[in-house]
């Protein structure tokens, strides 16, 4: 069963606009983390955002928050004021302690434009 | 910088041939995964190792094999390649640890072209 669920295969924005990528979740184990990572052209995995499922507050990292909502199993990531460089692919995933591996999502190509 | 360090970054090689993609984690981590990335997909999960012992395994070919050695790097052997085997292959690391929740940390990628 899919565990990762990232139901925008694409999206574009305008450059300064927010962003909202979608990112829905399985898992019955009670503790676990989300995850963004970003993958530009260049091909590299870049670490955005993390969240445990026991943080309360929703995790900011400057221009990334992520809005958890735990009940519905979703945690998207908020790009605000978009740029050009926010252009590439956005990966979400999960950890679960017990499991067996780090799942990642299929991915969302944004495109940033001018 | 991850701290995550892979060789070769790139590598061209005929089917039929083996090669060795090799990983070094970050310092003080003891798990290791790989990954394949083919052409504009996902990625997928191959194996991971936990000091040394296989954890749990994706979808991996037979004809792949990895191993992590005592000083905790890894090694990731692919045999008897096909044109389909061309992807970027990912070394991640991170603590590890039944209880752990944390990220992974990425390498810059092995990019394997089969010809």
Redesign the interface.
């Known amino acids: 069963a899919q565990k990762i669920t990232q139901t925008q295969p694409g999206m574009f924005v305008q450059e300064k606009e927010a962003v909202t990528l979608d990112c829905t979740y399985d898992t019955s184990d009670p503790?676990?983390?989300l995850?963004w990572?970003k993958q530009p052209s260049s091909?590299?995995?870049i670490?955005l955002i993390?969240q445990?499922?026991y943080d309360q507050q929703n995790a900011t990292e400057g221009r990334y928050s992520l809005n958890f909502q735990k009940a519905r199993k979703s945690a998207n990531l908020v790009i605000s004021a978009s740029q050009l460089g926010d252009s590439a692919m956005y990966?979400c995933?999960m950890?679960?302690?017990?499991g067996?591996?780090?799942?990642?999502?299929?991915?969302t190509r944004l495109s940033v434009l001018p | 910088d991850s701290g995550v360090t892979q060789t070769p970054k790139h590598l061209i090689t005929a089917t039929g041939q083996r090669v060795t993609l090799r990983c070094s984690p970050r310092s003080g981590d003891l798990s290791v995964?790989w990954?394949q990335q083919s052409l504009d997909q996902?990625?997928q999960?191959l194996i991971?190792y936990y000091n040394g012992e296989e954890?749990?395994k994706?979808n991996i070919l037979e004809r792949f094999s990895a191993q992590q050695f005592p000083d905790l790097h890894s090694e990731l052997n692919l045999s008897s390649l096909e044109l389909g085997d061309s992807a970027?292959y990912?070394c991640?690391s991170?603590v590890g640890?039944?209880?752990?929740?944390?990220?992974?940390?990425?390498g810059?990628?092995s990019?394997l072209t089969v010809l």
Do not use: C, D, H
């Open positions: 503790s676990y983390g995850f990572y091909g590299e995995m670490f993390y445990g499922s990966f995933a950890r679960e302690p017990g067996q591996n780090f799942v990642f999502g299929p991915g | 995964y990954y996902g990625l999960f991971q954890r749990a994706g970027l990912f991640a991170s640890g039944t209880t752990n929740t944390g990220e992974l940390f990425f810059e990628g990019r």
